[in-house]
Nanobody, 124 residues
Framework: QVLLVESGGGLVQPGDSLRLSCVAS????????MGWFRQAPGKEREFVAA???????YYSESVKGRFTMSRDKAKNSASLHMNSLKPEDSAVYYC??????????????????WGQGTQVTVSA
């Protein structure tokens, strides 16, 4: 059983930065992909960023250049550094782990493990 716990969400102003963290327990995730998704009220869960095991980073077009995902295999964790935040970035952010292939990386149905989510609100 994989347990993912996110932290770091909060209320910030437009243009601010925020760092989300995800710590995994129950299993070593060295061979897993880890990712971040977000879901705003009334919208579907959408892909934000991912790192496959040993692979490059992938980002959605809406966050590319502003968000940076990293992972620390030694600590079984991942982080999402978010810069130049916009009101449209407001959502519940979820950490995910699993074994999606490249063509399904952006589809939440292909990720097997999820955290409980952390709220990010960007508002003046």
């Amino acid at each position: 059983q994989v347990l993912l716990v996110e932290s770091g969400g909060g209320l910030v102003q437009p243009g601010d930065s925020l760092r989300l963290s995800c710590v995994a327990s129950g299993r070593t995730l060295n061979t897993y992909a880890m990712g971040w998704f977000r879901q705003a009220p009334g919208k579907e869960r959408e892909f934000v960023a991912a790192i496959r095991s040993g692979g490059p980073n992938y980002y959605s077009e809406s966050v590319k250049g502003r968000f940076t995902m990293s992972r620390d295999k030694a600590k079984n964790s991942a982080s999402l550094h978010m810069n130049s935040l916009k009101p449209e970035d407001s959502a519940v952010y979820y950490c995910a782990a699993g074994h999606p292939i490249l063509s399904t990386l952006r589809d939440p149905r292909y990720w097997g493990h999820w955290g409980q989510g952390t709220q990010v609100t960007v508002s003046a």
